[in-house]
């Protein structure tokens, strides 16, 4: 009897009201070839993104003590440890083109060039990205391939500024052309899966679910046990967010106009959004919906106040102004790599094929300096999570001797999802042909 076979790119269809609703599948064995490495048409899907936050880290809690696979993760690294496996650890480098240290630490990371200075305020610089940054990098090699080109998502409040997009976006086209990243839960929510625009009380009081219920249960009797319960487990996780949108009273209502988490005691609800809005892209990338993303935790220079850690004022004030060792700073630092580790670790818990999306993803994570309380660019944070579907090794600290260009984990990440970098990345001083020795397979 021959396999029952299911094109990638399948959607669960149905209507709500008078707006077409389209559920997007994960990844189902009846999508996968014999050996389930691949899709039936001979993709390997791998995705890249970008997971931001900013203001640095204390590298005297960050600097893993040994290296290759024997490395030891320090307490702002143990978050991870969940995850390690996936995890390449990148010290010792250096953003080579750096003058101004926030904008040249986020330009740098982000487009391996030069920030573009438009301007000048107070006693600082305004300015933006003179490249595309890496995620739109990826995009552009992936653009056709997934319904949405990218997807942008932003976890903490914007804090406001007045030294260009450098500090305001992380996704850029181009000088001054950026990408958004979205930070309410339902907004992304409704992007992903569209909702009626103005609906009746009825109607409105329906899952998207329920829109497409005739054909979940079509589908079910057409595929095995296995995708049966894939699709269950699915199909419960977006019933699941729902429920966490949903407005007081409403006990499973699509998100059309829901409340996004409010604020708790005057503060944001940093867990509780950065878990909606990871579920969500996690579900989107498994669904294949697109295979280039960015996340920004915290905006560079962030003023985000982490009171879930005791923080009474904001993180940039507090790097400049805390007294040594920056305990509190410590701390933000521990709560951001605990956020990281819920994504990833999501990704990691995704079936897909013989593995898992994160075996499938190249994640870059970063930030725009190397400590807040001295504002350098050396000795430069970096991580690389995901396996690149097998082109990456995992579980790798590389420690560069000689303040290797930072330019280079770029190159290697673009390398590792199968985006083609022939002639090199980045611009004059931030230009480099090899990537970082060790990591690809």
């Given at each position: 009897m021959s396999k029952?076979?299911?094109?990638r790119?399948s959607?669960?269809?149905g209507a709500?009201g008078?707006a077409?609703?389209?559920?997007?599948?994960?990844?189902?064995?009846?999508m996968?070839g014999?050996?389930g490495?691949a899709?039936?048409?001979?993709?390997?899907p791998?995705?890249?993104?970008?997971?931001?936050?900013g203001n640095?880290v204390?590298?005297a809690?960050?600097i893993p003590?040994?290296t290759?696979?024997?490395w030891?993760?320090?307490e702002e690294?143990?978050p991870?440890e969940?995850v390690?496996p996936?995890?390449?650890?990148l010290?010792?480098?250096e953003i080579k083109t750096?003058?101004?240290?926030?904008h040249s630490?986020m330009a740098?990371?982000?487009?391996?060039a030069?920030?573009?200075?438009v301007g000048?305020?107070r006693?600082?610089?305004v300015?933006t990205?003179?490249q595309?940054?890496v995620?739109?990098?990826a995009a552009?090699?992936f653009?056709g391939?997934?319904?949405?080109r990218s997807?942008?998502i932003g976890?903490t409040?914007h804090?406001?500024t007045?030294?260009?997009t450098t500090?305001?976006a992380l996704?850029?086209n181009?000088p001054?052309?950026?990408?958004?990243s979205e930070?309410s839960?339902s907004?992304?929510f409704?992007r992903?899966f569209?909702?009626p625009?103005?609906?009746?009380v009825?109607?409105?009081r329906?899952?998207?679910?329920?829109?497409?219920?005739?054909?979940?249960r079509s589908?079910?009797?057409?595929?095995?046990?296995?995708?049966?319960?894939?699709?269950?487990?699915h199909?419960?996780?977006?019933?699941?967010?729902?429920?966490?949108l949903?407005?007081?009273?409403a006990?499973c209502?699509i998100?059309?106009?829901?409340?996004?988490?409010?604020d708790?005691?005057g503060?944001?609800?940093?867990i509780?959004n950065?878990?909606l809005?990871?579920?969500?892209?996690v579900?989107a990338?498994?669904c294949?919906m697109?295979?280039?993303?960015s996340?920004?935790?915290s905006?560079a220079?962030?003023?985000?106040?982490m009171?879930?850690i005791?923080?009474q004022?904001?993180l940039?004030?507090l790097?400049?102004?805390?007294?040594q060792?920056?305990?509190?700073?410590h701390?933000a630092?521990v709560f951001?790599?605990?956020?990281l580790?819920?994504?990833l670790?999501?990704?990691r818990?995704?079936p897909?094929?013989?593995?898992?999306?994160?075996?499938n993803?190249?994640?870059?994570?970063?930030?725009e300096?190397?400590?807040?309380?001295?504002h350098?660019?050396?000795?430069f944070?970096?991580l690389?999570?995901g396996?690149g579907?097998?082109r990456?090794?995992?579980n790798?600290?590389y420690r560069?001797?000689?303040k290797?260009?930072?330019?280079?984990?770029l190159?290697?990440?673009l390398?590792?999802?199968?985006?083609p970098?022939?002639?090199?990345f980045?611009?004059?001083?931030?230009h480099?042909?090899?990537?970082?020795p060790g990591l690809?397979?």
């Amino acid at each position: 009897m021959s396999k029952f076979a299911l094109n990638r790119r399948s959607f669960l269809r149905g209507a709500l009201g008078t707006a077409a609703i389209a559920v997007a599948l994960p990844p189902l064995e009846a999508m996968f070839g014999s050996h389930g490495e691949a899709y039936a048409d001979g993709t390997t899907p791998c995705r890249f993104g970008v997971w931001f936050w900013g203001n640095g880290v204390r590298r005297a809690h960050w600097i893993p003590s040994g290296t290759g696979a024997d490395w030891v993760a320090g307490e702002e690294l143990a978050p991870l440890e969940g995850v390690r496996p996936w995890m390449h650890v990148l010290t010792g480098m250096e953003i080579k083109t750096a003058t101004h240290p926030h904008h040249s630490g986020m330009a740098g990371i982000m487009t391996g060039a030069r920030y573009q200075q438009v301007g000048t305020t107070r006693d600082t610089i305004v300015s933006t990205f003179a490249q595309p940054s890496v995620d739109q990098v990826a995009a552009a090699h992936f653009a056709g391939q997934t319904p949405f080109r990218s997807l942008e998502i932003g976890i903490t409040r914007h804090t406001g500024t007045d030294e260009g997009t450098t500090f305001e976006a992380l996704s850029h086209n181009g000088p001054n052309n950026v990408n958004q990243s979205e930070r309410s839960p339902s907004a992304f929510f409704e992007r992903l899966f569209g909702s009626p625009p103005e609906p009746k009380v009825d109607a409105a009081r329906r899952s998207v679910l329920d829109a497409v219920s005739e054909q979940t249960r079509s589908l079910k009797n057409r595929v095995g046990l296995r995708d049966r319960e894939r699709l269950d487990q699915h199909l419960e996780s977006i019933r699941s967010i729902e429920l966490r949108l949903a407005t007081p009273g409403a006990a499973c209502t699509i998100p059309a106009r829901p409340s996004d988490p409010g604020d708790i005691d005057g503060q944001q609800p940093i867990i509780e959004n950065n878990q909606l809005l990871s579920d969500l892209m996690v579900m989107a990338l498994a669904c294949d919906m697109t295979r280039a993303f960015s996340v920004m935790f915290s905006q560079a220079g962030s003023g985000v106040v982490m009171s879930q850690i005791g923080a009474q004022n904001g993180l940039h004030y507090l790097c400049h102004t805390e007294a040594q060792p920056q305990e509190t700073v410590h701390r933000a630092t521990v709560f951001t790599m605990q956020q990281l580790a819920y994504f990833l670790e999501r990704l990691r818990d995704t079936p897909e094929g013989n593995g898992n999306v994160l075996d499938n993803s190249v994640i870059l994570c970063t930030t725009e300096l190397s400590e807040g309380s001295n504002h350098t660019n050396d000795e430069f944070p970096i991580l690389i999570a995901g396996k690149g579907a097998g082109r990456l090794r995992g579980n790798w600290h590389y420690r560069s001797g000689s303040k290797r260009n930072a330019s280079c984990a770029l190159l290697t990440s673009l390398r590792a999802a199968g985006v083609p970098v022939d002639g090199g990345f980045g611009v004059a001083e931030g230009h480099v042909t090899e990537g970082v020795p060790g990591l690809e397979l």
